[in-house]
């Protein structure tokens, strides 16, 4: 398999598509399809062109090049990582076999299905992201918005290439159906549930990038270590897209706190809705909000499929190299959270010893839970540097969960058991209100002129590619 960068193909790439025709006429057909589900779906704003990062090869330097183009040009292609000869696999029953060139058969479901699931949520942002543009706070932010559109547009093509290369028709079947899913779409929506929810405002694209776009992070990093070199390889490949899509969550809600932080210092006061900026309260419920659904994407505390996919070497661990145990775990157990039962029909908050293997969807959310905190932390840090005292914080991983052993219960941010009719009566103090979400939507004006930028969110500290702020990194049609 070749890995130099053929730009000259309509379908741009660097897995030698032109020695495979049959492969390249397939790909060739669904592009149509693609590019016609990005005119319906995708960013609903008219643009002429916009200031955009695109792929063209997978080294260490160069891998990407800017450049203003419109959008409906941008050159979706199939990049996967340099193929290591000699990479063995690195965990599960097969640790230390070559790692698979082709999907076994005994495999074969379990992977398209990781596969379609992956690829069921790029497609489902860029929906849930598509009326975004109307209100964009600045040229810089909106530039950026498109970035990330484009780049999970690239990361669907990167799941249907597997698709079509290695699962024949039902592959491509499958490719079918990740255009014709919907975000939020009674009939046939996305399938996990977060990617079902509205993305309605910049401060809910922030806390998607930075929340929901972690967990892409977090899946990806165990994809990588799959048993399946294509895929390792191109996951490894989209992790190096995807540090921009959280540079853009991360910064974007310092961008938020830092100017709530301001005005509250300014007129001395917490009380800052009718000043134009996001207050604390309605900032935490957001951030309660996306962190409980993206919890949820992890999956159920214990799981069998998860057990089955490590042993297969389909799904690893985070950082699998740099654990270090016998990278089998049959051996090994977990403390997990679970329910006890008070014996009076209520229960409460535990933790359980289960098997390792079983254990590893609470092993990936763990990690993920460590990451999360570091944003908050920093956040916390701009408050403190503002000399406030109030403070931004995870709630309890219980919280809001609709996935797992937390599905049934509701608890408080501090973890504390609520009845349903507590839960009914007190959720708006945790949860964002109908008058949160009026007051922020009220406040989405767009700012499209250069050098500008909206009251309620600071500038970034630094513009993309060594640009200005002031740069014309959208140009409106
Ligand atoms: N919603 O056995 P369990 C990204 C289902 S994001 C609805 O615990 P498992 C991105 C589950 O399918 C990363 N259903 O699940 C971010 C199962 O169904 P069956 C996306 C759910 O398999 C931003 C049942 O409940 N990639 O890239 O251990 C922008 C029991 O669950 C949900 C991946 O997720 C849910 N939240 O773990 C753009 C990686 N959770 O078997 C992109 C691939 C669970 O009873 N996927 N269910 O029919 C996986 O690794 C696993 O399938 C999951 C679930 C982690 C999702």
Not at 97 to 112: H, I, M, S
């Amino acid at each position: 398999m070749t890995t130099t960068s053929d730009y000259t193909e309509k379908i741009p790439n660097n897995v030698g598509l032109r020695d495979d025709r049959r492969l390249q006429r397939a790909l060739e057909s669904w592009q149509p399809n693609f590019l016609s589900w990005w005119e319906s779906m995708g960013p609903a704003l008219p643009t002429q062109d916009v200031y955009l990062r695109t792929a063209v090869n997978v080294g260490r330097e160069g891998w990407a090049h800017f450049t203003h183009v419109p959008m409906r040009d941008y050159r979706w292609g199939i990049f996967l990582a340099e193929r290591d000869q000699a990479r063995q696999i690195g965990f599960g029953e097969h640790k230390g076999e070559p790692a698979w060139q082709q999907v076994p058969g005994e495999y074969r479901a379990d992977l398209r299905r990781l596969i379609v699931i992956q690829g069921d949520t790029e497609p489902a942002s860029v929906e849930q992201q598509r009326n975004l543009g109307a209100t964009a706070p600045s040229l810089y932010d909106l530039r950026n918005l498109f970035q990330v559109n484009v780049e999970e547009g690239r990361h669907l093509w990167a799941m249907v290439y597997l698709l079509h290369a290695y699962f024949g028709r039902e592959g491509r079947e499958e490719a079918e159906d990740l255009l014709r899913r919907n975000s939020g779409s009674e009939d046939s929506p996305r399938i996990l549930g977060a990617f079902n929810e509205e993305t309605p405002d910049w401060l809910s694209f922030y806390m998607f990038t930075y929340f929901t776009d972690r967990d892409g992070k977090y899946q990806l990093g165990t994809l990588k270590e799959s048993a399946f070199d294509p895929l390792s390889r191109t996951c490894e490949f989209m992790l190096k897209e995807e540090a921009h899509h959280m540079m853009v969550g991360t910064t974007g809600i310092d961008r938020v706190v830092e100017r709530t932080a301001q005005v509250m210092v300014e007129n001395d006061t917490d009380d800052v809705a009718a000043l134009g900026v996001i207050p604390l309260p309605v900032i935490q419920r957001y951030l309660n909000f996306h962190y409980s659904v993206s919890l949820d994407l992890f999956g159920g505390e214990t799981s069998t499929n998860v057990a089955n996919y490590y042993t297969a070497g389909l799904k690893g661990r985070w950082m699998e190299d740099r654990r270090k145990d016998d990278h089998r775990l049959t051996d090994d157990s977990i403390m997990v959270d679970a329910l006890e039962d008070a014996g009076d029909g209520t229960g409460s908050i535990a933790q359980t010893e289960v098997a390792a293997l079983v254990g590893l969807n609470t092993d990936l959310r763990r990690e993920y839970i460590a990451d999360c905190q570091s944003g908050v932390n920093r956040w916390n840090r701009i408050l403190d540097g503002a000399g406030l005292p109030q403070r931004l914080r995870l709630p309890h991983v219980a919280f809001n969960r609709r996935v797992g052993v937390f599905a049934g219960i509701e608890v408080t941010p501090d973890g504390q058991l609520l009845t349903a009719g507590e839960w009914d009566r007190r959720k708006g103090e945790w949860l964002p209100t109908a008058v949160d979400k009026t007051h922020v939507r009220s406040l989405m004006r767009p700012v499209h002129e250069r050098g500008k930028i909206a009251g309620w969110i600071a500038p970034p500290r630094n513009g993309i590619n060594g640009k200005p702020f002031d740069y014309d990194y959208v140009r409106l049609a």
